[in-house]
């Protein structure tokens, strides 16, 4: 047995290929630097899709444009009561209504679910009137457009960078959930709400908001230490830091901390903000290495995710379900590959209750 299925090779995929000791994380072929910033989300997703749909056309972005059209008709009802739950929850809630098919126009409803339904929710609770997906932008640019009101260039360079980064990565919690769905030969819709509830949990998705309520604790840099070293005594965990398998720096941690240079460069985010999270980084890293000298733990993509998404408008308690909107296209790519190919997945449990005693 291995706890926590550690070291367990549980399915072949053509999908993606994370290093864990080289810090690489490699898509359909390529690594990310050649993906995250330099192709918009659209092209990512067709390039984890490609073999998987018989039908998939070589640029998805009109028919993304036009899925998340149809599936904001469909929503637009049921904000009102999605909006009175925690955002995740309701963003769950609404995706929960989409088809649970396996044909192309089903998965990219299930890309487009997401992504409208955390930026509706999150324009209502701004006080914005709800606006329409515009189709003809990328789903980065719209699901700003539509949270915020207004998007620059560099706002949506910004997040299709992140939702490219997390497209896919090999066969993390939710993902695997995704998998196991779908070795029963249930739908794409199944297999999605099952990597959600996988995903909001704070050792896999739910990280990036306590990332920044650690920040708001530590306050300013001169604090990192004495916090720092604080929490590690009580045997808590920092979070943005540790990783199931990387044992050197997480390689969507660059790709983000590019995307928010660049975010920087047009003064779009809060400079004291940055000096205090790399401060608080520099300090954590050598409070682990001294707490934990066996254990190599690095900044984990939730540390960047949260200064990114913050610094794009979004509120902390929205973050994974942005990360949802992103990974979407990865669950979906494994749920097709494992069902084409993959056995039903049916492990063992070795039983530790008490012996059996014979009927009287
Ligand atoms: N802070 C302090 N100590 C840590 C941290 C951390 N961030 N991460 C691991 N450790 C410690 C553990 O307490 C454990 O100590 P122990 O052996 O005395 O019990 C030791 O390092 C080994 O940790 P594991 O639990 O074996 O590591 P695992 O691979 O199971 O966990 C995980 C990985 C869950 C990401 C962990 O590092 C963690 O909890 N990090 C903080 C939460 C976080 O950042 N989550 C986002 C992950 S990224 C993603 O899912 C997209």
């Given at each position: 047995m291995s706890d926590g299925l550690e070291n367990v090779v549980a399915a072949e995929t053509v999908l993606s290929d994370v290093d864990g000791l080289a810090g690489r994380l490699v898509i359909r072929g390529l690594p990310l630097p050649a993906l995250a910033g330099r192709v918009p989300y659209e092209a990512a997703l067709a390039l984890l899709w490609d073999g998987f749909?018989?039908?998939?056309?070589?640029?998805?972005a009109p028919a993304l444009g036009a899925a998340r059209r149809d599936v904001f008709d469909q929503l637009a009802p049921h904000l009102a009561a999605a909006a009175d739950l925690p955002v995740f929850d309701g963003v769950r809630t609404l995706v929960?209504?989409?088809?649970?098919?396996?044909?192309l126009e089903a998965a990219l409803r299930l890309v487009a679910a997401p992504a409208v339904a955390v930026a509706s929710l999150l324009a209502r609770r701004k006080g914005l009137a709800v606006r329409a997906p515009d189709a003809t932008l990328g789903q980065a640019a719209d699901i700003l457009r539509m949270a915020n009101g207004a998007v620059t260039d560099e706002q949506a360079l910004g997040l299709d960078s992140y939702l490219v980064a997390v497209i896919d990565h090999g066969l993390n919690a939710s993902t695997f959930a995704a998998r196991v769905v779908a070795s029963t030969q249930a739908g794409l819709g199944s297999s999605v709400l099952a990597a959600l509830g996988a995903l909001k949990g704070p050792l896999h998705g739910g990280a990036p908001g306590p990332v920044l309520d650690m920040l708001d604790a530590i306050g300013t840099p001169g604090n990192a230490a004495s916090w720092i070293a604080a929490e590690l005594t009580r045997g808590e965990r920092l979070m943005g830091f540790g990783h199931r398998?990387?044992?050197?720096?997480?390689?969507r941690a660059d790709a983000l901390n590019a995307a928010i240079g660049r975010l920087r460069a047009s003064g779009a985010v809060d400079a004291a903000r940055m000096d205090l999270a790399a401060t608080v980084e520099t300090t954590a890293l050598a409070a682990l290495a001294r707490h934990k000298p066996d254990r190599p733990l690095q900044t984990n993509v939730e540390f960047y995710t949260a200064l990114l998404l913050e610094a794009l408008g979004?509120?902390?308690?929205s973050f994974t379900a942005v990360f949802a909107a992103g990974r979407v296209g990865g669950w979906i790519a494994h749920a097709r590959e494992q069902a084409a190919?993959?056995?039903?997945?049916r492990p063992k449990s070795r039983y530790i209750g008490p012996v059996p005693r014979e009927a009287a």
């Open positions: 749909f018989p039908d998939l056309p070589d640029d998805l929960s209504r989409m088809e649970d098919g396996t044909s398998i990387y044992r050197v720096r997480d390689p979004f509120p902390r308690d190919s993959g056995r039903l997945i």
